[in-house]
C-alpha cells in the first residue's frame, strides 16, 4: 500500500527545545520534501531532497536542516525552536521531480510555546 | 522560481452545479500541473493532473484545461456534491521542478 508516513502527528514543545520530525515512505521513491502549511500562506517548500544524502534547499529553509540517510526516511530538525515555527508540516515523495505529483503524508502539527 | 497564484479563496456552490477554479503560473519550463483535495485535519489528497503535451484531461466529474499560451489551468468540478466540499490546491513544478503551490481554495457545496 503506497504510503507516507509522518511521526509524531502531533507534537508540543518549548521554545528552546529541539524537534525532530520523521517521514517514512514505502514506495522506494527517490524524491521527498518537506512543506510546512500556514493560515493564508499555503504550502511552503522549506527542503527537497533527491535521494540519500542529496538535499537541496526550498523556500524557506533558515531555522531548518534536514537528514536523508535512507532512501526511506526524511527527517526535518528545528534546533533551537521558535515560537513562529509553530505551523503544521508535510511530508511528501514522489518519482524524480517532473514526472509524478508528490504523494502527501497526514501531516505533524507543531505547537512551539 | 516559480510562482503559482489561485484566484479563487472561496466558492460556494448548490450542489449539482460546476466549480471552477483558476490558476496561472509563471515558470514556461512547468511540464505538469497536479491538484490536491484537502479535507479537515487531514493531508492533500492528490485528485488529477495535466501534463504541458495536452490541453484538456478528464476523470470522471474532474476535468483540467490547460492554456500554456496564457500560463493558466482550471479545475472543473461538475455535477457537485456535499462530499466536494474541501480546500483545492494547485500547483506547478517549475524548470527546477521543486513544486510551488496555489493558497489554495476552499470550496463548499451547499445541499
Known amino acids: 500500500d503506497m504510503k507516507v508516513t509522518q511521526m509524531p502527528r502531533y507534537l508540543i514543545k518549548r521554545m528552546g527545545e529541539n524537534v525532530l520530525l520523521e517521514c517514512g515512505q514505502d514506495m522506494s521513491h527517490e524524491t521527498m520534501y518537506w512543506y510546512r502549511q500556514d493560515p493564508g500562506l499555503g504550502l511552503q517548500l522549506i527542503y527537497i531532497?533527491?535521494?540519500?544524502?542529496?538535499?537541496s534547499e526550498g523556500d524557506i529553509p533558515k531555522g531548518y536542516r534536514v537528514s536523508r540517510k535512507k532512501r526511506e526516511h526524511f527527517s526535518l530538525i528545528l534546533d533551537s525552536a521558535k515560537t513562529n515555527q509553530t505551523s503544521v508540516y508535510f511530508c511528501a515523495s514522489s518519482l524524480p521531480p517532473g514526472n509524478q505529483a508528490p504523494l502527501f503524508g497526514e501531516g505533524t502539527r507543531l505547537s512551539v510555546l | 522560481g516559480e510562482k503559482v497564484e489561485q484566484h479563487e479563496s472561496t466558492l460556494s456552490v448548490r450542489e449539482g452545479d460546476s466549480a471552477v477554479i483558476n490558476c496561472t503560473y509563471t515558470?514556461?519550463?512547468?511540464?505538469?500541473f497536479p491538484w490536491y483535495k484537502q479535507e479537515a485535519g487531514k493531508g492533500l489528497h492528490f485528485v488529477i493532473d495535466?501534463?504541458?503535451?495536452?490541453d484538456r484531461k478528464q476523470s470522471q466529474r474532474l476535468i483540467v484545461l490547460l492554456d500554456k499560451k496564457a500560463k493558466r489551468f482550471s479545475l472543473h468540478i461538475t455535477a457537485t456534491q456535499p462530499e466536494d466540499s474541501a480546500i483545492y490546491f494547485c500547483a506547478a513544478p517549475g524548470g527546477n521542478y521543486k513544486p510551488t503551490f496555489g493558497k489554495g481554495t476552499s470550496l463548499v457545496v451547499h445541499p
Open positions: 531532497s533527491y535521494d540519500v544524502d542529496s538535499n
Open positions: 495535466i501534463r504541458s503535451n495536452v
Open positions: 515558470d514556461t519550463a512547468s511540464s505538469y
